[in-house]
């Protein structure tokens, strides 16, 4: 027999121990193992140690278990939190840029109007336009950018982990 053979025969040991082995793999390995008892004292030993381990599976210690459970739930929470403030956060996106749509015409006139009124030269009024249009953007991102710079929590109390 060539080393392949055993190598095969040692791997679906393995995965028959584990529970993973096809029809066709089986036979293989069953004729395999009425030859080589080599193989046979490999089946044996998988065997014996798979059946120890699920001998000796041990419970988590309670304690742990609640533990874990609390911090869940709190994760879940703050996850919750955050999503209503996005969704608080998208809908006053929206509102903002309806209404932004809805004004401009009116803003660009009062603008014009009021650079023809203080002899301001177009380009200025025109830019002074386009600065009210984004510099409520750019502070708003910055905001959010610095929020998201803090870490999430707030230094939580022993009873909340």
């Given at each position: 027999?060539?080393?392949?053979?055993?190598?095969?025969?040692?791997?679906?040991?393995?995965?028959?121990?584990?529970?993973?082995?096809?029809?066709?793999?089986?036979?293989?390995?069953?004729?395999?193992?009425?030859?080589?008892?080599?193989?046979?004292?490999?089946?044996?030993?998988?065997?014996?140690?798979?059946?120890?381990?699920?001998?000796?599976?041990?419970?988590?210690?309670?304690?742990?278990?609640?533990?874990?459970?609390r911090s869940a739930r709190l994760y879940a929470r703050r996850l919750e939190e955050r999503e209503a403030r996005n969704r608080w956060l998208?809908?006053?996106?929206?509102?903002?840029?309806?209404?932004?749509?809805?004004?401009?015409?009116?803003?660009?006139?009062?603008?014009?109007?009021?650079?023809?009124?203080?002899?301001?030269?177009?380009?200025?009024?025109?830019?002074?336009?386009?600065?009210?249009?984004?510099?409520?953007?750019?502070?708003?991102?910055?905001?959010?950018?610095?929020?998201?710079?803090?870490?999430?929590?707030?230094?939580?109390?022993?009873?909340?982990?």
């Amino acid at each position: 027999m060539n080393q392949n053979a055993h190598e095969r025969a040692r791997q679906w040991i393995t995965e028959a121990a584990l529970g993973g082995l096809g029809t066709d793999e089986a036979v293989w390995l069953g004729e395999h193992l009425n030859s080589c008892p080599q193989c046979t004292a490999w089946a044996g030993l998988v065997g014996r140690s798979t059946a120890m381990l699920r001998m000796t599976a041990e419970m988590p210690d309670p304690g742990l278990v609640r533990a874990t459970e609390r911090s869940a739930r709190l994760y879940a929470r703050r996850l919750e939190e955050r999503e209503a403030r996005n969704r608080w956060l998208m809908a006053s996106c929206a509102m903002a840029a309806l209404w932004g749509a809805l004004l401009q015409p009116y803003l660009w006139r009062l603008f014009g109007w009021l650079g023809a009124a203080t002899d301001l030269p177009d380009p200025v009024w025109q830019t002074a336009f386009v600065w009210m249009w984004v510099l409520p953007g750019i502070v708003g991102a910055l905001l959010l950018v610095g929020r998201r710079w803090q870490p999430d929590w707030k230094g939580a109390a022993d009873d909340d982990i």
